[in-house]
């Protein structure tokens, strides 16, 4: 399983930016680059994915480096409600059968300060 | 459609018993997974479903584990003769891939403790 790595915690002061980084060396050319988030006593919540482009959404924007082997999702103003633990996530792809799973990591846990 | 359920959210049980978690995914969803998180961790892959088909289980998912989705809508996780190092939060995710869509939606997960 490929593997995706995050630092353990990240604080950010509230309205500012925040640039949560991630690197998947073992990228492979079929998985996709998702991002998830989670808060306390709830399941992990989609914020966004791609593949080789950048992406925006609603809810943040996805960079992703030339080579893909690292990525960083971008919250343009955090708020108190966006604390949480933020997972990358490459979405594998079984070349035999073309299903998927996602692969987790530990995460980002993100403290926004008020 | 208010998303993917689970049931129960809380389960409490004494080491031996079997348990059996049920999850309700969004109507139409093809794809149904299972993960299991315990503290601290993220969530780990335990199986996944594409219609009824089980396509694929971890290393995970001991012999004491099974799961089924009988009709390709509902499905069901069961662990037999239940061990404290069970205890963890269960999750349910569905999906329905279209196009380059294919994002996951997760239930808020069963809690289980073993005693």
């Known amino acids: 399983d490929a593997k995706t790595t995050q630092p353990n915690s990240m604080e950010s002061n509230e309205e500012e930016p925040v640039h949560l980084p991630c690197n998947h060396s073992?990228?492979?050319?079929?998985?996709?680059i998702h991002w998830y988030r989670q808060l306390p006593s709830q399941g992990p919540e989609y914020v966004i994915h791609g593949l080789t482009s950048n992406v925006n959404n609603r809810m943040a924007s996805l960079a992703i480096a030339e080579d893909r082997k690292s990525s960083t999702l971008i919250l343009h103003r955090a708020t108190l409600r966006d604390a949480a633990v933020y997972y990358c996530i490459l979405r594998e792809t079984q070349k035999a059968s073309g299903t998927y799973k996602y692969i987790f990591g530990t995460g980002t846990r993100l403290k926004v300060l008020a | 459609d208010t998303g993917v359920s689970q049931d129960p959210r809380h389960k409490i049980t004494k080491r031996g018993q079997n348990v059996t978690f049920r999850c309700d995914p969004i109507s139409e969803h093809n794809r149904l997974y299972w993960y299991r998180q315990t503290l601290g961790q993220g969530p780990e892959f335990l199986t996944y479903f594409q219609n009824e088909a089980q396509l694929e289980k971890s290393r995970l998912l001991s012999d004491r584990f099974s799961a089924e989705r009988p009709k390709g809508s509902f499905s069901t996780l069961e662990i037999q003769r239940t061990e404290q190092g069970d205890s963890a939060m269960y999750l349910c995710a569905s999906s329905l891939v279209v196009g380059t869509r294919a994002e996951a939606f997760f239930g808020q997960g069963t809690r289980l403790t073993v005693v």
């Open positions: 073992t990228i492979s050319g079929t998985d996709y």
